[in-house]
């Protein structure tokens, strides 16, 4: 049996995961239930936020497959509600709504981001998988044992620690520490998407399950109602999306900005102000710009989740994607695994299951660019600013009713 958290007599694994985000989580569980010996890796000890509460219809049984039924005896995952669907105001002034009620789940979700981690992560444990938290991944080396391709440095906030391994997963998100430290470049972008957030609270009740999603000048909105503790006040995210290096961009970072950005949407400010909600909170910002990395697998390691491959907050599909190809990571690490136990090729590019995950992954960049650059082309107006003139190139493709945003919010 692998040893616990607390209990890591071994320093010595099948894989090591870099980062416990869904992506993190996923893998492990994928490997865990194999019996691979998988130590899985996470830096932050308690974060006070985070990005990205909404899951469409299409994720219902991705969610249940690794976290059990939502309504069940056993489930312990804190806060969560079911979604209607997206309204939006998109291609033009007018609502449009894209209703879950006409899908085959009938809902999609909003969650608790932090308590919905931490459950993935529980889920990761007890299918046998190390988790040490409060440690960071330093460094690695590739090692010519027959046995353990890598020797790891792990920090902690009080100790330096040596680990092998035979096979490495990055899923440290944005950053992708690991494909960084093995010398992996990002593909040049010049997309500088920037996500600035604002809590709101009211003391009133506010029964809304649906993702509002509003273009803008500069940019584009989105706000959810938050899931809630019992007792405690009503809570509402508002997001605004610019490029960096716009003047927007600058306002938007500092709360006078960002309320005067906010009086000019038609449809979140006046929301706010019916509900009677007032901000809380400092504003906080992530980045939120399209990115890939070079190469998604290499010689014993690869890249799942945002560290292989992040979108922009307006495809929805970030969770999903972590979470999916979690999975199929997981799967095709465990049968390149066994394949090499029984004297099979190498853990690189070459092996039939890596290429197979390869694959996977440079499908799916180029599905996102597609509906990412169709669903911006769909917006026809402002065509004087900068953010929407950098999104608008000639020779994408027409496809789906630009209208019904619903994964594309
Ligand atoms: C504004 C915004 C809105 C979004 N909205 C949505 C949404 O509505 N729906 C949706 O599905 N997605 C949304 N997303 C995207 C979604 O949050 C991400 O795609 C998702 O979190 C990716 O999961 P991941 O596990 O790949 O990476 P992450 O969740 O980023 O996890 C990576 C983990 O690695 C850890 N780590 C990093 N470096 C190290 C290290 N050196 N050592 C150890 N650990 C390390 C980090 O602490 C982190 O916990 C949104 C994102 C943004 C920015």
Avoid at 46 to 53: A, C, N, T, V, Y
Avoid at 59 to 67: A, E, P
Avoid at 134 to 150: A, I, K, Q
Wanted: net charge neutral; aromatic share 10%; proline share 5%.
């Amino acid at each position: 049996m692998p040893p616990t958290g607390q209990d890591l007599a071994e320093t010595t694994w099948d894989v090591v995961i870099v980062g416990a985000g869904p992506a993190g989580a996923a893998t492990a569980i994928t490997l865990a239930k194999f019996g691979q010996r998988v130590l899985l890796l996470e830096e932050r000890t308690s974060p006070s936020f985070k990005l990205g509460e909404s899951l469409p219809p299409t994720s219902i049984g991705l969610v249940k497959h690794f976290l059990g039924e939502l309504d069940g005896p056993e489930q312990n995952l804190p806060g969560l509600f079911r979604t209607a669907g997206n309204v939006s105001l998109w291609a033009s002034e007018q609502a449009d709504i894209a209703d879950f009620f006409f899908t085959l789940t009938g809902f999609g979700l909003c969650v608790e981001r932090l308590a919905f981690d931490e459950a993935l992560r529980s889920k990761a444990a007890s299918a046998g998988a190390a988790l040490l938290k409060g440690v960071r991944f330093e460094s690695c080396m590739r090692l010519t044992d027959p046995l353990f391709n890598w020797q790891l440095t792990l920090r902690s906030e009080k100790q330096s620690e040596r680990h092998r391994a035979r096979y490495l997963v990055d899923c440290s998100g944005r950053r992708a520490v690991v494909a960084r430290a093995l010398g992996i470049p990002l593909v040049p972008n010049d997309d500088r998407l920037f996500a600035y957030a604002q809590w709101f609270s009211c003391a009133g009740e506010d029964d809304d399950r649906y993702t509002r999603v509003e273009a803008a000048p500069q940019g584009w909105w989105y706000s959810n109602r938050l899931p809630g503790a019992e007792n405690k006040e009503t809570r509402r995210l508002v997001v605004l999306h610019s490029d960096k290096d716009l003047p927007a961009a600058k306002m938007a970072a500092r709360r006078q900005g960002f309320d005067q950005l906010l009086d000019d949407s038609m449809h979140i400010a006046p929301l706010l102000k019916a509900r009677g909600y007032q901000a809380s909170g400092e504003i906080r910002g992530a980045p939120a710009n399209s990115q890939r990395l070079r190469d998604f697998v290499g010689d014993a390691w690869m890249a799942v989740g945002d560290a292989a491959q992040a979108y922009d907050p307006l495809s929805s599909q970030g969770m999903d994607k972590a979470l999916r190809t979690g999975s199929h990571a997981g799967h095709m690490i465990h049968y390149a695994l066994t394949d090499l136990a029984q004297g099979a090729a190498a853990l690189d590019g070459g092996n039939t299951y890596i290429q197979q995950y390869d694959e996977q992954q440079r499908q799916l960049w180029h599905a996102y660019l597609k509906q990412r650059d169709f669903y911006y082309q769909a917006q026809p107006r402002w065509s004087d600013q900068p953010f929407w003139q950098r999104r608008r190139h000639a020779d994408t493709p027409r496809a789906a009713d630009p209208r019904k945003i619903s994964q594309f919010h």
